[in-house]
């Protein structure tokens, strides 16, 4: 999940606004990205993080099946990988974009502020995909929005 993004305009009709929203509930899109292995590895935390070494912990080699023609390799160690820091490096991109959103002139009510809050959540999903080691594959195409209501 993103780091929440904050902007502060406070003005009364805003806070009216927002009490107002926050009795019927919150306003919220999430970015989501459940790319999976076969065997149900989630790929993303691996790639935004990095991972560290590792080898066999009782046998001589690790062992994996699979890869793009389906063999079998074996390895006595895999090496660290470190991470791309796909969601980090977006914020920027992410807040500069918002603002601008949030700079158009459209009313204060439930639906136009769950409007932006999905534009949001759109423009964050495409920053982050952007930022992919690969434009294709499970985790690149992976990206979607849970919209707003």
């Known amino acids: 999940m993103l780091p929440t993004i904050s902007f ?23 970015v989501v990205n459940d790319a999976k ?4 590895f989630e790929y993303f935390d691996s790639v935004n993080s990095g991972r560290r070494a590792f080898g066999p912990k009782r046998a001589r080699a690790l062992r994996f099946v699979g890869g793009r023609d389906g063999q079998t390799v074996f390895a006595r160690r895999v090496r660290a990988v470190p991470g791309r820091w796909m969601r980090e ?13 949030l700079a158009q002139n459209r009313p204060l009510n439930r639906e136009s502020i769950a409007h932006i809050v999905n534009e949001v959540a759109e423009i964050a999903s495409f920053q982050i995909a952007k930022r992919m080691p690969r434009r294709n594959g499970r985790l690149a195409e992976g990206y979607r929005v849970e919209r707003a209501s």
């Open 37 to 40: 292995s076969p065997e149900g």
């Open 89 to 101: 490096l977006a914020i920027p991109t992410i807040e500069a974009r918002a603002g601008a959103v």
């Open 8 to 30: 502060s305009l406070v003005t009364s009709q805003i806070d009216a606004e927002l009490r107002r929203i926050e009795a019927g509930g919150g306003i919220v899109a999430h």
